[in-house]
């Protein structure tokens, strides 16, 4: 589906009508190889694909909009999860808040093929008898859902685990009865599968990682028009060297007008980094909710501005001063963060609904890999040992290599779960309710639980899975924030290596320390190409993902609450109004302003000394500088 051509919306109507007259209509694009209509894919993940649409009253376009739709081959336990999202998203669409996705509405669809010929969306008939609809069927012991056809007479059946192989026979007569003939005719997409509840949501259409090279090209199109910066680089260089410790450049070095655009270019990424700081904030403060899968493809932007900015730099912005635009970029907010994806949150109480997926699949996905913490990672270990219960207790003797002492920040915890991977449904899974060591100082440590043992405890075959709760989130948002501060995917291993160091040689998190101590540490602050707040920046990121510390923001990671997004975002803060404090103090800027409110006054005076304009306009033409020829003039005739 990739570079695909949009093309304009014909009669794609999801028949999906509500008494206010309301429906949606899929847009459609062009297939780049073989040229049949299919439906405007703007993404997919392991769950869903998001198609665009318009949201229509009375005939007429209201509105772009975003329907995220469960794949064709996920089982029941996709489908509890979506339904999970959705009531999540409906709490959230009610108590809103700008830094996380809008739903516009939840729309159930029926079985769903848009006809490559023609782009009619239909309802397939049943490919054996052609008369009877397919209908949503549940077989027996199966974890899939199926179409069924309704006639009592036709035993057709379509199971989700045989979608690949057989989901052509929904695209030929009599299944399709549009079409029928021509080169397409036997082309088509299936856009929903059995009936589900479908998400529509506020379309955004910028990527974080997208937004990032969109802002670069903004400011090197600024710096190229101003003559800051050699056109032909494709990013910026530190406009100096830094010393040993200091996050601070020195002035004297450098460009005072580019390294005063530095300063903008990063007080825009750190404005990102406080919206997701204040969105994940308030989600696990005001609504109990763990995210438990942020990574840059779950963020998006919204934007008013960005593709103007683009074609200002170019059209408009020639007749714009550098301070001028420096300044609006500065005190202005042009763009909003989105967090999306809410389909493996958990709010309130933790689930296991993240575990349950292959280890395989996340490794697969390298641009996700550095934005998972240790404990998501490590998320399940498979125990080659029998569990030693204690007769007749509730309590189990923890595995040597999960004690304290030994595995440290991964050792056995408060809410692990023990699980039988032969009890899919959890019936006889084991929580960890407290670790305690029995007898004090023996190295003997047992697992307390609710409850009694599990039938047959002894021999069954554990696995340990772990939690995710706040702590994954906090240890998410530093490495985004790395990513935010470098651009490169690449890069957050590094970062994440470090942390990883740093939590077994535990240390203050200081600067001057860390620079003797931690070779990473000086690799990791210089490949942040803005040279300002470099330490700080650092620093705070190195707090989010090292628990246990004085300095972290997390304690461990069990811990629950709200109080460590809270303090990331305090500290977020701090530092962001400390460089906005700075660049308004400039003195490029603040002579800038001085020279304005000069002129202004200059222009006042005139007006009114008709007298004596003959003379101030001689003083300036005369060749005196501005500043002097001005500073006279209002000094004589000012008053």
């Excluded at 202005?332 to 963060?337: E, G, N």
């Excluded at 990883?500 to 490949?527: E, N």
């Excluded at 942040?528 to 190195?542: C, Q, S």
């Excluded at 103090?585 to 003959?614: A, G, K, W």
Aim: a neutral charge.
């Amino acid at each position: 589906m990739d570079n695909v051509k949009a093309l304009p919306v014909m009669n794609a109507n999801l028949a999906i009508r509500f008494e206010s007259n309301i429906t949606y209509e899929l847009e459609q694009a062009q297939d780049p190889h073989q040229g049949y209509i299919v439906p405007n894919l703007l993404g997919q993940g392991r769950f869903a694909k998001v198609f665009g649409a318009w949201q229509r009253s009375s005939d007429r376009n209201v509105r772009r909009v975003a329907i995220k739709i469960l794949h064709e081959h996920v089982d029941l336990r996709a489908e509890e999860l979506s339904l999970q999202e959705i009531k999540l998203l409906k709490d959230l669409s009610a108590t809103g808040n700008e830094s996380v996705i809008s739903t516009v509405d939840i729309i159930r669809l029926g079985p769903s093929v848009m006809c490559g010929g023609c782009g009619k969306l239909y309802h397939p008939l049943c490919p054996s008898c052609g008369n009877g609809k397919l209908i949503r069927h549940q077989l027996r012991n199966h974890a899939y859902p199926a179409l069924k056809c309704e006639s009592e007479r036709c035993s057709f059946t379509l199971s989700a685990e045989h979608i690949a192989t057989r989901y052509t026979e929904l695209l030929r007569a009599p299944s399709k009865t549009c079409c029928a003939k021509g080169p397409h005719a036997q082309h088509g997409t299936l856009v929903n599968f059995v009936d589900r509840e479908a998400v529509v949501m506020e379309l955004l259409n910028t990527k974080l990682t997208q937004f990032h090279s969109q802002r670069k090209r903004v400011f090197a199109r600024l710096c190229e028009r101003h003559g800051l910066v050699d056109p032909r680089m494709s990013s910026f260089q530190p406009a100096v060297s830094i010393t040993p410790g200091d996050s601070r450049s020195d002035p004297k070095a450098s460009n005072p007008q580019l390294d005063l655009l530095h300063r903008v270019v990063l007080l825009e990424k750190i404005r990102v980094i406080c919206q997701l700081s204040e969105a994940i904030a308030w989600l696990h403060g005001e609504k109990g909710i763990v995210h438990k899968d942020l990574a840059p493809d779950n963020i998006m932007v919204s934007s008013r501005t960005a593709e103007i900015d683009e074609h200002k730099v170019g059209e408009e912005a020639h007749h714009e001063p550098l301070m001028d635009s420096l300044n609006n970029y500065a005190t202005q907010t042009s763009f909003t963060t989105k967090v999306i994806d809410f389909g493996l949150a958990d709010q309130h109480q933790l689930s296991r609904n993240w575990y349950e997926e292959p280890a395989s699949f996340l490794f697969a996905a390298n641009e996700k890999l550095p934005y998972l913490s240790s404990e998501s990672r490590n998320r399940k270990i498979k125990l080659n040992q029998r569990i030693e219960f204690e007769p007749n207790g509730s309590r189990f003797r923890v595995p040597d290599n999960l004690i304290p002492s030994k595995a440290g920040e991964l050792a056995m915890m408060k809410g692990d779960i023990l699980a039988d991977e032969r009890d899919p449904h959890h019936h006889y899974y084991v929580m960890v309710q407290e670790i305690m060591e029995e007898p004090v100082g023996s190295g003997q440590f047992w697992a307390k639980f609710e409850d009694s043992p599990p039938p047959h405890a002894h021999t069954r075959q554990y696995d340990l899975t772990r939690p995710l709760g706040e702590a994954h989130d906090i240890y998410a948002l530093g490495a985004i924030f790395y990513f935010i501060l470098t651009g490169e995917h690449t890069e957050v291993e590094k970062i994440g290596h470090l942390a990883g160091s740093l939590q077994y040689t535990p240390q203050r998190l200081d600067a001057q320390s860390l620079l003797v101590s931690q070779p990473l540490y000086k690799i990791c602050r210089d490949r942040m190409p803005e040279p300002f707040y470099r330490d700080e920046l650092l620093i705070l990121i190195l707090r989010t993902m090292v628990r246990g510390l004085d300095d972290s923001f997390v304690s461990s990671r069990i811990e629950r609450g709200p109080e460590p997004s809270k303090r990331l975002l305090q500290e977020a803060r701090r530092i962001y109004n400390q460089l906005l404090a700075d660049i308004l103090s400039d003195p490029v800027l603040t002579r800038e302003r001085e020279t304005r409110n000069q002129l202004v006054q200059l222009q006042d005076v005139l007006r009114r000394s008709s007298d004596y304009q003959r003379i101030a306009w001689g003083v300036i033409c005369a060749g005196i500088p501005f500043s002097a020829a001005a500073g006279w003039i209002l000094s004589h005739f000012g008053h």
